[in-house]
């Protein structure tokens, strides 16, 4: 007997072309930077995108293929479309995303004045330091841009025709042309970059003219039946930049040379309005698609922020877009689509968008997800064998490590009992469940507690575990993932009535109208951003001359943006004490400074459970320590931890 479906406009077919979606749902561009040296596609990078595919989405964009790897290619290692060897892997990877249904689009792209020229070796010979985009310039960091004549435009045109007609030929379904987000056709399109005054600048229609001419080259290389995906900003920051006019009359301009709008916004560098941050209001930049969409004839996609199957049938059925894309939420859960399609929204696990994924491939050239430990190990994730004898396992915490660890473990095979102390499973992140912008870790909590009960772990909540328990269960494995707890300095007034503990902010109804937050790394920041949005007047207190310091390098910037002007930083201040009045400091110079304040809260650190954690070594078999409760951390340690250990099991 059918069920009903309760996301029909979301999960329905859509006909383009000759072509059919198989649902509203597509896996946007995402790069993957385990490529060759020199940018061919690995079975890690193919296992990555065959992930979306097997998880329900109806079309998996490979992303970032450079059509010329030589003047213009972005950043680090890209898919090079103009090495002969590159076709296998192309080949290989289509094949894996259509054998799940899927279709296999590309995105194309070139990075004008953008690119790497580092690793330009040709023209670094010949003109060191020189990039070329629409116009003369130079860039902030010093490097020289030169205009574009007509012979480098005509190339630049040729080359994406090259290698539309490679994809073609592995295979692909359709392809996408990246025309926003700062890169060399969104450069010519944009006023903030484009002063030409010859026929490429000028007027939007001029400003237009590369990639009308890009898109008619692609058109001839696939053919009229090969579908083609254009994408570009509704928007940008930059004085005289693409505005929503302008793009109203680029779509005009070319809805009838492609097959699907797909509707970004931002340029360079507009990195948070391109990947809105946890900040901002989920789908947010969806009212540019459906302004968009007003004016034209063919289906329109929409992308940025888009977590969650309900929000994403109401774009469908009111008619905002005709296609939602998503990038990250789609590495917290491959599975989104399928899941929607199933009614198991409960079980899908929501992206917080911390830009873990972003980060760690500026720092380490890899792609990871804070709450999905396979991504950027799918490939070798195929191979876990189930438990060859099942054990019984204890756990003690029902923090993230805990929940992950006890999920992976009875998934293999094994016997789990996952005992919580407190009432909820969750551990310290309850703490900032009631935090706005950070929604989505309370629907993490959620999430990970019904894949507790699917998996068929023993749950024991308001149980903790005491070397008499694990006697008495007698386990064969005991996981402690006991968590940390805040660090208390030895300062004079901190039992004061006026005092709480970072952890305690979210249960806290007494809090005064003025706040000093002792501790400015990213608990403290985040907290007193919540505070100030509250209508808080905060004090944020460091110590040394970096606030938020384990913020990764594209969450940091963004929170430091959103602090500027609500809160109050004060750094190189040490706390000495605490009174009714609020908190004594003393600066490097042991000059005395006071914030006044009604309230203190203490947010300078946490500590390991050591003591909790070595009464317990010994009284099994075999005793693990994952979490917090071995080194405090962020989410993505204790996810990746937990995952392990269960695997080791």
């Not at 649902?23 to 490529?35: E, H, V, W």
């Not at 922020?305 to 990038?327: F, T």
């Not at 004594?584 to 005395?592: A, I, K, S, T, Y």
Request: aromatic content about 4%.
């Amino acid at each position: 007997m059918a069920c009903r479906q309760e996301y029909p406009k979301l999960c329905a077919p859509l006909h383009i072309g000759k072509l059919t979606l198989r649902n509203r749902m597509c896996s946007a561009p995402m790069g993957f930077p385990d490529l060759t040296q020199d940018g061919c596609l690995t079975e890690g990078a193919i296992a990555f995108y065959e992930l979306r595919a097997k998880g329900g989405a109806a079309v998996v964009t490979i992303s970032e293929a450079c059509v010329d790897y030589e003047n213009g290619k972005s950043h680090g290692r890209l898919i090079n479309l103009c090495n002969p060897g590159v076709l296998a892997g192309l080949t290989n990877a289509a094949r894996a995303i259509k054998r799940h249904g899927a279709l296999a689009s590309i995105e194309l792209n070139h990075a004008g004045m953008l690119s790497d020229f580092d690793v330009i070796a040709a023209e670094r010979q010949k003109d060191k330091n020189c990039r070329y985009g629409p116009v003369d310039t130079v860039l902030p960091d010093g490097t020289e841009v030169r205009a574009m004549d007509k012979a480098r435009i005509d190339e630049a045109v040729s080359k994406f025709a090259s290698g539309a007609a490679l994809v073609k030929r592995a295979g692909f379904d359709m392809l996408m042309i990246h025309a926003g987000h700062g890169w060399l056709i969104h450069q010519f399109l944009s006023g903030a970059t484009n002063s030409r005054t010859d026929e490429y600048g000028g007027s939007l229609e001029n400003r237009a003219r590369l990639a009308i001419e890009i898109i008619d080259a692609v058109r001839e290389a696939v053919g009229r039946d090969f579908p083609i995906e254009i994408r570009f900003s509704a928007m940008e920051e930059a004085e005289g930049g693409v505005s929503l006019a302008d793009a109203i009359e680029f779509a005009k301009l070319i809805q009838d040379k492609v097959d699907i709008l797909h509707v970004s916004a931002g340029g360079e560098p507009d990195f948070g309005i391109t990947h809105p941050p946890m900040f901002a209001e989920p789908g947010c930049n969806v009212k540019y698609a459906a302004e968009i969409k007003k004016h034209v004839h063919i289906p329109v996609a929409t992308v940025g922020a888009l977590n969650e199957p309900e929000q994403m049938e109401s774009i469908i059925a009111e008619g905002k877009a005709d296609i939602v894309c998503m990038a990250r939420a789609l590495l917290a859960d491959p599975e989104l689509p399928r899941k929607a399609e199933q009614n198991r929204a409960d079980e899908i696990l929501r992206c917080m968008r911390c830009f873990m994924c972003h980060a760690e491939r500026m720092l380490t050239q890899t792609r990871v997800c804070a709450l999905n430990p396979v991504i950027g190990r799918e490939y070798e994730a195929r191979f876990i064998p189930p438990a060859g004898q099942s054990e019984k396992v204890l756990i003690a915490g029902g923090g993230p490590a805990g929940m992950q660890c006890a999920v992976t473990a009875a998934k293999r095979g094994h016997r789990v009992i996952l005992c919580e102390k407190t009432g909820e499973l969750g551990g310290m992140l309850r703490c900032e469940a009631d935090v706005p912008f950070k929604a989505a870790f309370k629907k993490y909590i959620s999430t990970m507690t019904r894949r507790v009960e699917l998996a068929g772990v023993e749950l024991r909540l308001n149980t903790e575990v005491t070397p008499e328990l694990v006697s008495s269960i007698e386990p064969d494995v005991l996981i402690v993932a006991v968590g940390a707890e805040p660090i208390v300095p030895d300062i004079p007034g901190i039992d004061g009535q006026n005092v709480l503990m970072v952890t305690e902010i979210a249960a806290a109804k007494n809090i005064g109208k003025r706040v000093a937050i002792l501790g400015g790394g990213l608990a403290g920041c985040e907290f007193g951003l919540h505070l100030a949005e509250r209508g808080h007047e905060v004090t944020v207190v460091e110590m040394s001359d970096t606030v938020a310091a384990e913020g990764n390098p594209r969450h940091r910037p963004l929170l430091l943006k959103r602090l500027a002007g609500l809160v109050n930083i004060r750094t190189g201040l040490r706390g000495t004490a605490i009174t009714g009045e609020g908190l004594e400091c003393e600066d490097r110079q042991g000059e005395h400074v006071f914030i006044t304040a009604d309230t203190v809260v203490i947010a300078v650190g946490m500590k390991a459970k050591h003591k909790l954690v070595d009464s317990l070594r010994g009284t099994a078999p075999r005793v693990e320590v994952i979490g917090d409760c071995l080194k405090p951390g962020l989410i993505r340690g204790a996810t990746f931890r937990g995952y392990h250990a269960a695997l080791d099991i």
